[in-house]
């Protein structure tokens, strides 16, 4: 059974920060290009940041900057540390995987930047 289990979202100040972590089990890893998306209420699901098998990585230009993704393989785990936090960046942030021939998404962690 697949599972990505998302955490290290909450409330945090503009200017803060917070890292995500995504947890995945049941699919090879290291294989699966990985990333985080965002749907912030009443708007639709958007790419936040994605980083290949081979460790190449894109950011949104609203993002760029100030989040940076990574992976760590050897604990089948992504990671989003987020900067410079805007009010903008409240959302829920969801982990998504793809392979060949599939795709999987977490639950979501809800990130809310506010004063």
């Known amino acids: 059974q697949v599972q990505l289990v998302e955490s290290g979202g909450g409330l945090v100040q503009p200017g803060g920060s917070l890292r995500l972590s995504c947890a995945a089990s049941?699919?090879?890893?290291?294989?699966?290009?990985m990333g985080w998306y965002r749907q912030a209420p009443g708007k639709q699901r958007e790419l936040v940041a994605h980083?290949?098998?081979?460790?190449?990585?894109y950011h949104a230009d609203s993002v760029k900057g100030r989040f940076t993704i990574s992976r760590d393989n050897a604990k089948n785990t992504v990671y989003l540390q987020m900067n410079s936090l805007k009010p903008e960046d409240t959302a829920v942030y969801y982990c998504?995987?793809?392979?060949?021939?599939?795709?999987?998404w977490g639950q979501g962690t809800q990130v809310t930047v506010s004063s």
């Open positions: 980083i290949t098998s081979g460790g190449s990585t």
């Open positions: 049941g699919i090879s890893f290291s294989a699966y290009a």
């Open positions: 998504h995987s793809r392979g060949r021939v599939n795709e999987f």
